[in-house]
């Protein structure tokens, strides 16, 4: 049984700085790929970024690409999600996921966290 827990939101003003973290546990060899997703209030779900546990290559979301990172530590079994420069149309729950392949459709993803809620002030 997969296990995702989210941490690290919060209420940050804009142009400011937050840290998520994603650990992992129960996850098999062919899950290569964690991504990160969101949910803005009266929106869908959508892609943020995405990583490959093994080649480490990554995939961003066109409204994040230059102010977000997506990495990993293998050892730790956790996934972060560096984020600069935020703006208010970041607020959102944030969720980590893991799947085989790091795309950025939610359907391909198999296991899902509980999310962690990201404020940013105007």
């Known amino acids: 049984q997969v296990q995702l827990v989210e941490s690290g939101g919060g209420l940050v003003q804009a142009g400011g700085s937050l840290r998520l973290s994603c650990a992992t546990s129960?996850?098999?060899?062919?899950?290569?790929?964690m991504g990160w997703f969101r949910r803005a209030p009266g929106k869908e779900r959508g892609f943020v970024a995405a990583?490959?546990?093994?080649?480490?290559?990554?995939h961003y979301a066109d409204s994040v690409k230059g102010r977000f990172t997506i990495s990993r530590d293998n050892a730790k079994n956790t996934v972060y999600l560096q984020m600069n420069n935020l703006r208010p149309e970041d607020t959102a729950l944030y969720y980590c996921?893991?799947?085989?392949?790091?795309?950025?459709?939610?359907?391909?993803?198999?296991?899902w966290g509980q999310g962690t809620q990201v404020t940013v002030s105007s």
């Open positions: 996921a893991a799947g085989v392949f790091p795309t950025p459709i939610p359907g391909t993803y198999t296991s």
């Open positions: 129960g996850r098999t060899f062919s899950m290569d790929a």
């Open positions: 990583i490959s546990w093994t080649s480490g290559s990554t």
